[in-house]
Nanobody
Framework: QVQLVESGGGLVQAGDSLRLSCTAS????????MGWFRQAPEKEREFVSA????????HYADSVRGRFTVSRDSARNTVYLQMNSLKPEDTAVYFC?????????????????????WGQGTQVTVSS
């Protein structure tokens, strides 16, 4: 089982930036993709971004495209989420997730069911 540990959350003002990190234990050669999801109070967990581990191809939710950037450092087994121009509606607990086997196209990785392991989450709060 892969253990995922997120960090980098916090309280910021609208327009500020944050960078989240997620470090995975276990072998990276058994990993198809990693994703970021978020869950606001009383809302469903929603897809934010995904990255294919071998190619680095990325996919974003419409709500964050152009503001958020996902990247990975294979040597460190770490995926990052750079969040710029943050808005109050970005306030949520952010979770990273790892998928062992899945479709070739990164565009499918908005689906929670493709992910096998999840982190505990890190809180991001954006004040207006």
């Amino acid at each position: 089982q892969v253990q995922l540990v997120e960090s980098g959350g916090g309280l910021v003002q609208a327009g500020d930036s944050l960078r989240l990190s997620c470090t995975a234990s276990g072998r990276s050669n058994s990993r198809a993709a990693m994703g970021w999801f978020r869950q606001a109070p009383e809302k469903e967990r929603e897809f934010v971004s995904a990255i294919k581990w071998n190619t680095g191809a990325t996919h974003y939710a419409d709500s964050v495209r152009g503001r958020f950037t996902v990247s990975r450092d294979s040597a460190r087994n770490t995926v990052y989420l750079q969040m710029n121009s943050l808005k109050p509606e970005d306030t949520a607990v952010y979770f990273c997730a790892a998928s062992k086997i899945g479709p070739n196209s990164v565009s499918y990785y908005y689906q929670r069911g493709l992910y096998d392991d999840w982190g505990q989450g890190t809180q991001v709060t954006v004040s207006s």
